[in-house]
DNA sequence: CCAATTTTATAGCGATCGATAGAAAAGGTG
DNA sequence: CACCTTTTCTATCGATCGCTATAAAATTGG
C-alpha cells in the first residue's frame, strides 16, 4: 500500500522499528525498557515514536501480537499440524529448546516473562489472557483425544494442558537463566515423560 | 540480646518490619516495590529504614535469606530428609502447591520471580545463582542414588534435577497467574510422572 | 540537671520516568 | 513559487525514582 500522502514522509521503516521494539521489550520486559531505551535502539525521536505507535504500552502490544505470529507461533502451529495432542507435545517439547536459545534472538520467551515486576494491571492481565489461551487449546486438543479414545478416560483435559504449558515456562525461564540449548533438550525430553 | 545501648530507642520491630519488606518484594518484585511503598508497609520513615537495612538492595539480599529458610526452605528440607531422590522430588511435589497459593501471602515464590523486570545485573545474578544452587542439590541427591543403584544408570542426574526445578518454576509461575490449588495439586501430580 | 548518642520526622537532592508543546524541516498540491 | 499537511528535532513538563542533609526528639551516662 503505497497510497501517496501530503506531508513530510516518515523517515524509518515502521516494521523493522517495530521489530527492534520487539526484541527490546523480550530481553527485559516491559516496565524494565524505557521510552528513552526505545528510541534509542529504534534510532528515532520520541515524538516520533509516539506518532507512530501510540503510547509505550499501545507500543507493547501491538509487539506483543506481532512477536506472537513472528516469534512465538510455533506452539498454535504445531496444535494446528499435529494429529494428536501428544504428538502436539512432543513436536512443542522437540522446538522449545531451540526457539528459547535462538543466537541474535533473546532468551526466553516475550509472553512468558515480558509482564515481570510492572505495576500495570492491564499488562499483567493482557499476557495472563494469552497464557491461558494456549492451556485452553491445548486442553481442547486432548479432550477430543480422549473422546476419540486416542488417550484413557480417566485423565484431565486441563490439567495435562497446564502442566505442558507450566512446563515450557520452566523451560523459558531456564533459558534465560542461561542453560543451554543442550541441557534444555535433554529437560524437554524427560518433560515430555509425564504425558501418558 | 538487651544490651543496653545510649541514644533514642529504635520504635519499631526491626524482624517484623523485615517481614513486611519480604511480603512485599514477594508480591511485586525488587523492581516494582519502589522505597515509598516500603516506608508506608513498613510504617517508618525512609531514613529509619536505610539506617536499619542499609539500602533498598541491602534489605532484598537480607528479605531474600530470610524468605529462602522461612517461607522457601520446603524444598531444602524435602532433600535433607528424604532418603531418595524421587522421594524428595515427590514430596516436593506435593507440597509446592500448597506453598504457593498459602492464604494471607503472595502466591508464587520470590526466587523464581523477586528478579524479573530488573535491570540490576547484580540482582538477577544473585537469585541466578540460588536457583542454580537447588538443581545442583537435587542433581547430587539423583547422582547418589544411581550410584546406590536406585536408579538407571542411563539418566542424567543434572537434566533431571533440572527439570524437578524447572517444573516447579512453572507451578509458581501458574500460581501467580492466578491457578488454584486444587488444579496446581493435580498438574503437580503429572510433572512427578515424568521422574523414571 | 547537662552532655553524648542514636533515631526520628521534614524536606529536598539529582536523576530518570513517560509523555508533549512548539517550531523547523520535508514532502505533495495548487 | 506559495500553501497545506505531516514528521522531525529541541527542549522541556510534572511525577516519581533511590537516597540523604539537617535538625528535633528520645534515650543513657555522668
Not at 521510552?35 to 515524538?47: K, N
Not at 476419540?148 to 537463566?177: E, F, K, V, W
Request: glycine share 8%; net charge positive.
Amino acid at each position: 500500500m503505497v497510497t501517496a500522502t501530503r506531508g513530510r514522509p516518515r523517515s524509518f521503516d515502521r516494521d523493522a522499528a517495530l521489530d527492534k521494539a520487539i526484541r527490546l521489550f523480550w530481553r527485559r520486559g516491559y516496565e524494565a525498557t524505557s521510552v528513552r531505551d526505545l528510541t534509542e535502539e529504534l534510532g528515532i525521536g520520541a515524538p516520533s515514536l509516539y506518532s507512530a505507535f501510540g503510547d509505550k504500552q499501545q507500543l507493547f502490544t501491538e509487539a506483543l501480537r506481532v512477536y506472537d505470529e513472528r516469534y512465538g507461533g510455533f506452539i498454535d502451529r504445531a496444535l494446528a499440524d499435529e494429529p494428536t495432542a501428544k504428538g502436539a507435545a512432543a513436536r512443542v517439547f522437540a522446538e522449545a529448546p531451540e526457539r528459547y536459545t535462538r543466537r541474535d534472538l533473546p532468551t526466553g520467551c516475550l509472553i512468558v516473562s515480558g509482564d515481570a515486576g510492572t505495576a500495570s494491571t492491564e499488562i499483567i492481565e493482557h499476557l495472563r489472557r494469552i497464557r491461558d489461551s494456549k492451556v485452553d487449546a491445548f486442553a481442547a486438543k486432548i479432550r477430543a483425544d480422549i473422546d476419540a479414545g486416542r488417550l484413557p478416560a480417566g485423565i484431565d483435559p486441563r490439567a495435562l494442558g497446564r502442566y505442558t504449558m507450566s512446563a515450557l515456562t520452566g523451560l523459558a525461564q531456564a533459558a534465560r537463566d542461561g542453560v543451554t540449548r543442550a541441557e534444555l533438550d535433554r529437560v524437554a525430553e524427560i518433560a515430555l515423560r509425564a504425558w501418558p
